[in-house]
C-alpha cells in the first residue's frame, strides 16, 4: 500500500512497509524511511508507484483553473474530496485528488486552510484585495528589475534622483528603491556610496561627505528664514581706537583690542567684543535660529555660519565703523604688569583696523619685537601688549604648576587650510607666534574674568572646566567638561573660564553675554532678572545639546580636513611625479605605529613597523589612498633621524596631555581641530599588509 501524507505543509508520498498503533513505517522513492504519523496521511493508493504519483499529481495541479475552482468551492468549509467530486465531474482517483490537494495547498490568496484536508474559499472583497497586492508586487518587481539593469549599466532612474541621500544614509529598506540599489551593490560587489558617485548621483567624495554631515545635522538644509534685523542700541561712544587679529578668510570678527595709556604708568587694556546680546533676544526668532544650530561650522574653505550674514554684518567689529560691544577694560600697573582694577561696560566701540595674521606674522615676530624692529600697523601697541601677555602667561604656568600640571608645550605646528577652486593649500604654522599668544591670552583673560564676574553675582554661566573629573585614570580626570557653575580649568591654569569671546558663532557664548549684560546693568539684582536663573533646566539643555553638535561639528571638520589632506596628496603626485610613481613623503613618529606626515597634518598607522622613539623623523612611500573612505596605505622605506628612546615612565606632554581650550583661542576660535594626540589615540588596529589609516573619530 501507498501514502500520500502531509509533512509540515510538504506533501509526499510512499510505500507502506509496516504499521504500529497510530504510526506507519515508509519508504521513500530515494529508499530512506520515515514515520508517519496516521493523522497526516491524505490518501492511500495502490498504484501507481509514489515517485510517478506524485508526478501525476503535479501535473494535474498545473492543469487547475484557480478562478474557476474558486467559483466551484462556494462560501462553506469543504474537504478536498468533496471539492474533487464537484471540479472534475466524478469522485476522483488518487492522484487527481493529490494534484487537488496540492493546488489548494499552494494557494493561500483563494482557499484557507482550516484543517487537514479542509479548506474555504476566501471571501470575494479579500480576494480581490489579495490578488492587486499580488500583482502590485508583480509590477514593483518588474519596476525594480528594470533600476538594477539601469544602475548595473552606470545609470541612476529617474525615480531614484531625489532619494539619493536617503538611500545612502537613512534607507527604507522595504522601497523597490533601495532594493534595487542593495541588488545592483551585490550583484556588481561595489558599496553604496560608490556606485552612487559612478552614477552620478553624488558629483564627488567631497559632496558625499559633505551631504552626510548635512542629512545628520541640517535635515532641513542651511538656508536661513527672513528675519528682521534689530535696531542698534544707542550706546556711550568708547574714546579708544580698537584693532582685531584675525585670519584673513575671517568674517565673524568677534573681538579686537585696545591700548589706552594712563598716568603714572598705567595702562588700560580694553577687550571688545561683538554684542550680538544687546539685539538678540531670549526666544525671539534669531534666538531660535542660533539655538538650533548652536556654533558657526568650519571646514577648509568653506563654512556653515550661526547667524545670518546680514545679522553678522550689523554686529561683526569691522574696520571704519563704531559697533556695538562689550568691553572689559583692565588696568595695570605697567611696571610690574599686576592689575590695578576691571570694569565691564556696554558701548560703541570704534574700530580702527581689522588686522591679518597673513599681512603680519612675518613681520610681527618675537626676534623683531625684541630689537623693535620693522614698521607695521599699531606697532607701538603690540609692543606693549607683547610685554603684557608674556607676564600674563607666566603667571598662568604659575597656576598650572600649582594644580600639579606642567608647563604648555609651545612647539607644536598647526596647520592653515586654504581652498580655491577645488585646489588646496595647506600652510604649516608655528604654535605659540606673538600675534597668536597676544589674542590667545587677552581672550583667556576674557573669558576668566567674566567667569568670574558671573560667578560673584550669583548668575550661572556656562563654564569650560579641566581637572578633579571623576572616572580612572588622570586622562579621565583632566577631561574637559562644560557646566554652569565656576569650577577651576587646570590645564589653562584659572580659577574659572567662560567661553565669552565668540558669541556670533558659538551660542555659548551668547548665552553668558546676556548674563554678563545682565549683571553689568542690574549688579546685585541680576540674579532676579537675568535671562537664565540658577538651576534654569533650559540652561542644562543648552549644555548638553551644545556639548552634542559642537563635537559633531568638529568631527565634521576633521573629516574634511582629512580630505582635503587626501586632495593635496593627489596634487602633489599630478605635479611632481607620473601616475606610475608613488609619492615619497617624510613624517613624524608620534607613537608606537602611529606617525603624521611632516607637510600635512595626516595621521597614518604603520602596523608593524621596527620601533622606533617619539619624534623620530621617518621616509614613507604612500602606495594609494581613498577619497571616499578617507584611507591610505603606505610603507616604510627609511628612518632618517632616530630621536632616541624616551626614558620609561616619562611621560610625552606633548602626545599624551589632554587637549585645553588655548587650541581654540590660537586658532581663533574656530571649531577644535583633532590635535596629533587625539588623533593617534583614535587610530584603531586594523589589519592589513602594509599600512591604512581610518578616519579620525
Known amino acids: 500500500m501507498n501514502l500520500f501524507f502531509d509533512e509540515s505543509g510538504d506533501f509526499k508520498a510512499g510505500v507502506s512497509m509496516s504499521q504500529q498503533g497510530e504510526a506507519y513505517q515508509v519508504e521513500m522513492p530515494s529508499g530512506k524511511r520515515t514515520k508517519v504519523r496516521a493523522k497526516d496521511v491524505l490518501l492511500q ?31 462553506d468549509e469543504f474537504g478536498f474530496a468533496e471539492l474533487g467530486t464537484e471540479y472534475f465531474g466524478h469522485a476522483p482517483k488518487p492522484h487527481e485528488a493529490a494534484g487537488l490537494i496540492l493546488r489548494l495547498h499552494a494557494a493561500p490568496v483563494y482557499f484557507y486552510k482550516k484543517g487537514k484536508g479542509r479548506y474555504k474559499a476566501a471571501p470575494e472583497a479579500s480576494l480581490k484585495a489579495a490578488l492587486a497586492g499580488i500583482e502590485k508586487k508583480r509590477l ?10 539601469e544602475l548595473k549599466a552606470h545609470t541612476l532612474p529617474d525615480a531614484m534622483r531625489p532619494l539619493v541621500l536617503q538611500l545612502l544614509f537613512k534607507p527604507d529598506k522595504n522601497s523597490i528603491e533601495y532594493k534595487a540599489l542593495d541588488t545592483a551593490c551585490s550583484e556588481m560587489q561595489i558599496a553604496p556610496q560608490r556606485l552612487m558617485l559612478a552614477v552620478g548621483g553624488i558629483k564627488s567624495a567631497k559632496e558625499l561627505h559633505f551631504s552626510k554631515f548635512l542629512f545628520d545635522s541640517f535635515p532641513k538644509g542651511i538656508g536661513f528664514p527672513e528675519i528682521k534685523i534689530p535696531a542698534m542700541p544707542d550706546l556711550p561712544v568708547a574714546d579708544v581706537q580698537a584693532f582685531s587679529i584675525d585670519d584673513v578668510t575671517t568674517t565673524e570678527i568677534d573681538d579686537a583690542m585696545s591700548v589706552t595709556r594712563l598716568q603714572d604708568g598705567k595702562v588700560k587694556i580694553g577687550i571688545h567684543i561683538a554684542a550680538p546680546a544687546l539685539g538678540i533676544k531670549r526666544d525671539d526668532a534669531i534666538d531660535a535660529i542660533a539655538r538650533q544650530r548652536l556654533s558657526t561650522v568650519y571646514m577648509p574653505g568653506d563654512k556653515i555660519t550661526m547667524l545670518p550674514d546680514e545679522l553678522v554684518d550689523a554686529f561683526t567689529l569691522a574696520e571704519g565703523k563704531v559697533c556695538p560691544a562689550l568691553s572689559l577694560y583692565v588696568t595695570f600697573d605697567s ?22 595674521h597673513n599681512d603680519l606674522d612675518e613681520y610681527v615676530t618675537e626676534e623683531n619685537l625684541a630689537n623693535d624692529v620693522g614698521d607695521y600697523p599699531h606697532k607701538e601697541d603690540l609692543s606693549l601688549l607683547w610685554k603684557l601677555v608674556q607676564v600674563l602667561e607666566q603667571g598662568r604656568m604659575a597656576k598650572r604648576e600649582s594644580f600639579g600640571l606642567r608647563p604648555e608645550q609651545n612647539n607644536r605646528i598647526d596647520f592653515n587650510f586654504y581652498v580655491e577652486d577645488d585646489i588646496v593649500s595647506i600652510q604649516r604654522r608655528k604654535r605659540g607666534a606673538p600675534l597668536d599668544k597676544i589674542v590667545a591670552e587677552l581672550m583667556i583673560l576674557a573669558n576668566s574674568s567674566w567667569g568670574k564676574f558671573l560667578h560673584e553675582h550669583g548668575v550661572p554661566g556656562i563654564y569650560r572646566a579641566q581637572g578633579g573629573g571623576s572616572g580612572n585614570g588622570w586622562a579621565a580626570k583632566m577631561q574637559v567638561r562644560m557646566q554652569t557653575h565656576a569650577a577651576p580649568h587646570q590645564g589653562l591654569g584659572v580659577d574659572q573660564y567662560a567661553w565669552s569671546t565668540s558669541p556670533l558663532r558659538r551660542y555659548t557664548d551668547l548665552v553668558n553675554q546676556w548674563q554678563i549684560l545682565a549683571c553689568v546693568e542690574h549688579g546685585v539684582t541680576a540674579p532676579l532678572v537675568a535671562p537664565f536663573k540658577q538651576r534654569d533646566a533650559d540652561l542644562f539643555a543648552i549644555v548638553s545639546a551644545f556639548d552634542a553638535a559642537y563635537s559633531a561639528y568638529a568631527a565634521f571638520q576633521s573629516d574634511m580636513e582629512r580630505y582635503w589632506c587626501l586632495r593635496w596628496l593627489s596634487q602633489e603626485k599630478s605635479r611632481e611625479q607620473s601616475q606610475e610613481d608613488n609619492l615619497k613623503v617624510e613624517a613624524t613618529v608620534l607613537k608606537e605605529e602611529i606617525l603624521r606626515l611632516t607637510d600635512i597634518p595626516l595621521v597614518i598607522k604603520l602596523p608593524g613597523m621596527p620601533q622606533v622613539a617619539r619624534g623620530s623623523q621617518v621616509r614613507l612611500d604612500l602606495l594609494r589612498w581613498d577619497e571616499v573612505d578617507l584611507t591610505i596605505e603606505a610603507r616604510l622605506l627609511d628612518i632618517t633621524r632616530d630621536a632616541g628612546r624616551t626614558p620609561a615612565g616619562e611621560m610625552d606632554e606633548e602626545l599624551d596631555e ?10 581663533e576660535g574656530d571649531a577644535e581641530p583633532v590635535p596629533d594626540e587625539q588623533a593617534a589615540a583614535a587610530v584603531t588596529e586594523e589589519p592589513t599588509a602594509i599600512a591604512s589609516t581610518i578616519a579620525p573619530e
Open 45 to 75: 493508493f495502490a498504484a501507481p508507484a509514489p515517485a510517478e504519483f506524485m508526478t501525476d499529481a503535479q501535473a494535474i495541479a498545473a492543469e487547475i483553473d484557480l478562478d474557476f475552482l474558486w467559483e466551484v468551492a462556494g462560501q
Open 140 to 149: 514593483q518587481g518588474l519596476v525594480q528589475a528594470q533600476y538594477v539593469e
Open 335 to 356: 611696571s610690574d604688569w599686576s592689575i590695578i582694577s576691571t570694569e565691564t561696560k556696554a558701548e560703541g566701540v570704534p574700530i580702527a583696523a581689522n588686522l591679518r
Open 658 to 667: 589632554p587637549v585645553d581650550d588655548l587650541t581654540e583661542d590660537l586658532l
